[in-house]
């Protein structure tokens, strides 16, 4: 029985050995926090994308998706907030001139405690952490490293610096002289891009509220520690949706999103008892409701999406900083409002490690005769990288040959591959691995009567079909139709 921190190390190597996620810059020994997607990895990439997408603009009529710059003006940060309270509490060890966020060091001694059996003293940690992040005391938190004696996990020394704030925005110049040039942030989430579109889009589209506003794009943070892969990276990518609303009906809509959005994630069919809601207590100053859909990695339960009603803030902020009106008027009641907004924000490389998570296993598949396994990755068929794979038995007797032709005629409506080195049973072990749900074998028999085997990943039963059906059944099983209608 493996443990969980074994299980993740194998579901890295995994994702490695496959092709799905190299870390960046390798040769040059990598970049921290900075992932590159490999040929297996952008393809489940793009088609988690494209469910996302399918879901959100496709199937509902009042929304819309946008694709905006990653640079903005700069004082759209100062309107959102970020400029002066996107931080978060760092430390420095003096010895080994190592920076730790300071609520992680904190939260990795109560962890320790909770180990130990010393629950009493861990709950008391947890509840003076709390109130020195609610109060942003950050002298408190010093105090508090100090009181139980935290040490730097490299020098071992408790030789630390003062807490500061630390601003996790990345910032360049922009313009080619240095003195008339204009500090700008790479942005840190998309929703802003959607914010300052709001009147462009609800315009030209004739948006009535309500109505939405999708964006997948690039997102950049300068977190002080990353760890956990694709957990908490620097560049990572977000699928986000600003849901705007008449203000007073927000939080029926927050409770409608709330629950499409777990709906989107069970209709893969992961293990449900793996997700669950986690409500905020504490609510940022300009929301008011926002739950967390976490699932339990290998590292315990973690956000992978947040479901914020974040009020009028957003716009009114940009009303004021921009000095252009941000109102709709509503034919209905006959009045002019700044809408209240629902939004839903997904990290897409959590949501990838999620789906990698979900689908990993090394199966067993021993009997009494024989010792024997396979890795597989179980990815729901609509988001496989790969959807079938064609095998001639042999390569001669113009297997080959018919193969192909099997290929192209597949291949215009789906990411197909062809195999011919190997055994079979090596062939497919080799797309098990990367979770191709279906393996297609030409035989001598396909030459006389057009019919082949189909082989199913996870039962990994097999069933001969005529040449003719293969169009009709990859749609069945690998087609978006039956995953889209689920969310009906
Ligand atoms: N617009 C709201 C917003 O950005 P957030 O909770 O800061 O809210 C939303 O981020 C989602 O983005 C998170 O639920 C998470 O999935 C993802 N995310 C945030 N920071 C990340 C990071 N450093 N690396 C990977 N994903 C991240």
Redesign the pocket.
């Known amino acids: 029985m493996k443990t969980n921190d074994e299980l993740f190390k194998h579901v890295i190597s995994h994702a490695k050995e496959y092709g799905f996620v190299f870390p960046s810059s390798e040769i040059y020994d990598g970049l921290s926090a900075v992932y590159d997607y490999g040929q297996l990895g952008a393809e489940l990439k793009n088609n988690i994308k494209t469910y996302w997408w399918k879901a959100m603009v496709q199937l509902n009529e009042n929304i819309v998706g946008i694709d905006s710059a990653i640079f903005m003006h700069p004082k759209i940060w100062k309107a959102s907030g970020h400029v002066d309270g996107f931080n978060d509490p760092m430390i420095d060890n003096k010895d080994s001139k190592k920076r730790y966020r300071a609520d992680q060091l904190i939260e990795d001694k109560i962890a320790r405690y909770e180990k130990d059996g010393k629950t009493d003293k861990a709950a008391k940690l947890q509840s003076d952490l709390d109130a020195a992040l609610n109060e942003d005391d950050l002298g408190r938190l010093k105090s508090i490293i100090e009181e139980h004696e935290i040490a730097c996990p490299i020098s071992g020394t408790k030789n630390w610096t003062e807490v500061r704030q630390f601003n996790l925005m990345f910032s360049t110049q922009m313009g080619a002289m240095a003195d008339g040039s204009e500090e700008v942030y790479l942005r840190p ?1 998309t ?1 802003q891009g959607i914010f300052v579109n709001f009147l462009n889009v609800q315009k030209t589209g004739r948006m009535k509220i309500p109505f939405g506003i999708a964006q997948i794009g690039k ?1 950049f ?1 300068n ?1 002080v520690i990353a760890r956990q892969f ?5 560049e ?1 990518e ?1 699928m ?1 949706m600003q849901f705007f609303v008449r203000p007073g009906t927000e939080l029926e809509w927050y409770q409608k999103w709330k629950e499409t959005r777990l709906k989107w994630h069970l209709a893969l069919k992961p293990n449900a008892a793996k997700y669950r809601y986690h409500d905020h207590v504490k609510l940022a100053h300009y929301a008011n409701a926002a739950v ?1 859909i976490e699932y339990d990695f290998p590292f315990g339960f973690k ?4 479901i ?1 009603s974040r009020t009028d803030f957003d716009l009114s902020q940009h009303q004021q900083f921009s000095g252009k009106k941000m109102q709709y008027f509503d034919p209905e009641i006959n009045q002019n409002y700044i809408p209240y907004v629902i ?1 839903t ?3 897409l ?2 949501m990838f490690l999620t789906t990698l998570c979900n689908a990993y296993e090394e199966e067993d598949l021993s009997t009494a005769e024989k010792q024997d396994s396979r890795s597989v990755l179980h990815l729901h068929p609509a988001l496989a990288p790969i959807k079938a794979a064609v095998f001639p038995l042999t390569k001669k007797d113009g297997l080959p040959e018919k193969a192909r032709q099997v290929m192209d005629l597949l291949k215009i409506d789906y990411n197909i591959i062809y195999e011919e080195k190997d055994a079979i049973g090596k062939r497919y072990r080799r797309q098990d691995a990367i979770g191709t749900p279906i393996c297609i074998t030409v035989d001598h028999q396909s030459l006389t009567d057009d019919t082949v085997t189909i082989r199913h990943r996870d039962s990994m039963e097999q069933e001969r079909v005529a040449i003719t059906d293969l169009e009709r059944i990859l749609e069945n099983i690998v087609g978006w139709k039956p995953l889209l209608q689920s969310l009906l």
Request: proline share 0%; net charge negative; aromatic share 4%.
């Open positions: 989430e929703a997102a943070r977190e694709i957990m908490r990276m620097r990572f977000q986000e967390d956000e992978v999406e947040g914020h939004e924000s997904i990290g490389d959590r």
